[in-house]
């Protein structure tokens, strides 16, 4: 387990997806960037989260399930 940053999307109040981040300060950039594509259901979060990663086989990583406590 490791802290990350992450860039979370939601439909309905729902995770769909999640994304880790270089830092707070870039995921806060997408986030604005996916914000402008409006849609009333879909909303963006960025937040630091303890999170079990796995390794993709390109060599990076990805979240495999967020902790939160």
Same mark, same amino acid.
């Given at each position: &387990?490791? !802290?990350?940053?992450?860039? /979370? &999307?939601?439909?309905?109040?729902? !995770?769909?997806?999640?994304?880790?981040?270089? $830092? &707070? $300060?870039?995921? /806060?950039?997408?986030?604005?960037?996916?914000?402008?594509?409006? $849609?009333? +259901? !879909?909303?963006?979060?960025?937040?630091?989260?303890?999170?079990? /990663?796995?390794? +993709?086989?390109?060599?990076?990583?990805?979240?495999?399930? !967020?902790?939160?406590?």
């Amino acid at each position: &387990m490791e !802290i990350v940053v992450a860039l /979370l &999307m939601f439909v309905d109040h729902e !995770i769909k997806e999640h994304r880790i981040q270089e $830092s &707070m $300060s870039i995921c /806060l950039k997408h986030k604005r960037e996916a914000s402008r594509q409006f $849609s009333d +259901n !879909i909303e963006y979060k960025c937040i630091k989260t303890k999170a079990e /990663l796995e390794d +993709n086989i390109d060599g990076t990583k990805s979240i495999k399930k !967020i902790i939160l406590e």
